[in-house]
């Protein structure tokens, strides 16, 4: 299959045809993010303000560490919400992450992105792992908007299990499918997030981009090809995209009950183990006590032994 060459809006020129206004700090004279914000709440926020993020502080938040709601533009990169008014309330260290999504973001002819949530306080779906959504560390993007009115639905316009090594993009042809992945490939060799899943991750995925950032103490980057092909695996186009079927879903259950009374056991192993060392101590002090007592006894014995004539 020949390779389609690549619209100008994906090459790596600071100024596209696609018309996207790209900020003047893009080439060269880039302000990078420094490197300590992750340190400290109070030098990610300064590092907001040094970079002209729009932002205003947001109060104690469940699970996120430094709460921000940016309110504006990002070099150029807008947030808005699909539905409601839900605000972007975020880490202090996303807003970062988006400061440097951004230019990959609208090179990619991308220059609005429409989320459902960033903060919500939940687990991964069908887990007990804390999802990255209730960190303010994720965003799920159901819609990207471009210049000129391009506007692509993931749950539309995505393309699944297209994607090649070395061809990340794929025979795609349609112009929204390849804004779409377009944006993914670009993301994901950017490496900025630690994660990025796409409707061929899952079928939880099937509607939205899952765009997660690195936590404050994570360094960068795994590797996990969503957009291209997944490393190492061999890939079944639409296997990973299909709805769970009840008999799959009973038998998740269950493993998921066995996997929980395999838990409770082996804690109730732990506590029982504990008791019972517990009271091998006690025994073993109470043993020392005596012979202690014991040998004072027989101490004061001779003592009052000698004493007399
Ligand atoms: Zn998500």
Known sequence: MPVTPLPPAWTTTSRTAAGVAVPASFGGGDLKVRADVRRSARRCLKELV?????????????????????TGPIRGLRLTPKWGKRPALMDCVFALTFYRMAPVVLRAGVNEL????????????????????????????????????????????????MGRPGNCIGPVTSRKARL???????????RILSLLMTPDTDY????????????????????????????????????AVRKPTRRTLRRRRVAARRRAARRKAARRKAARHKAVRRKAARRQAARREAVRRKAARHRASRKAARRRP
């Not at 990255?132 to 639905?153: C, M, N, T």
């Not at 779409?180 to 950017?190: D, I, T």
Request: net charge positive.
């Open 50 to 70: 040094r970079l002209s993020i729009p932002f205003k502080r947001a109060g104690w938040t469940k699970g996120i560490e430094t709460p921000v709601i940016v």
């Open 114 to 161: 429409l989320y459902s949530s960033v903060y919500s306080y939940r687990n991964v779906a069908g887990t007990r792992v804390r999802s990255r959504h209730a960190y303010g560390l994720a965003i799920d993007v159901f819609e990207v908007r471009g210049p000129g009115k391009v506007q692509a639905s993931v749950k539309k316009d995505w393309v699944k299990a």
């Open 180 to 190: 779409l992945r377009g944006l993914a490939c670009a993301l994901e060799k950017s």
């Open 204 to 239: 939880a995925h099937r509607d939205h981009f899952h765009m997660a950032g690195l936590k404050a103490t994570e360094k960068p980057h795994r590797r996990i090809r969503y957009a291209g092909r997944p490393k190492g695996r061999t890939w079944i186009p639409g296997r």
